[in-house]
């Protein structure tokens, strides 16, 4: 009996590890247009599963898939969710973001989850006020986009 249960109990861990795998990826931001809440090099969490079943906020910071190339990813921030299921992304550092101001509003689906927060670097120095590395999703990306961690 004891060894049944020490057998589901790994099982369950494993099943556990599968399914944390599958909702949530690492992402390595590259590009400007996310700055400062974002920089190149930084590593992100995305959950994956942030919009099945519900429409993104405004304020929070996803990966999507770019609308002229669907095999890039952006990180932005979501400006605005219409009516007709299209969301407008845009990145905070305007000069260096290539986003929805250029190529309109994306639709939900190309949406890849939402970025749960910035686990590298651990701390940052700044001359502006520092972003902890838990922060919510928040904020934009460039035309630099994501590069996957995988």
Known sequence: MRRSLRGLGGLGIV???AWWARRFERFEVAGESMVPTLRPGDFVLVDRFA??????RRGDIVVARDPR?????????????DLHGMVWLEGDN?????????????PLDHLEGR??????PLFRRSSSA??????????????GGLAGSK
């Open 51 to 56: 919009y099945h079943g519900r429409v993104p």
């Open 130 to 143: 520092s972003i902890p590395s838990t922060m919510p999703s928040v904020g934009n990306a460039s035309v």
């Open 15 to 17: 099943a556990g590890l």
């Open 115 to 120: 970025v749960v927060f910035r686990y590298w």
């Open 94 to 106: 305007g000069a260096a973001s290539t986003d929805s101001r250029a190529f309109g509003p994306v």
């Open 69 to 81: 190339d669907g095999e890039r990813l952006l990180v932005k921030r979501v400006a605005r969710v």
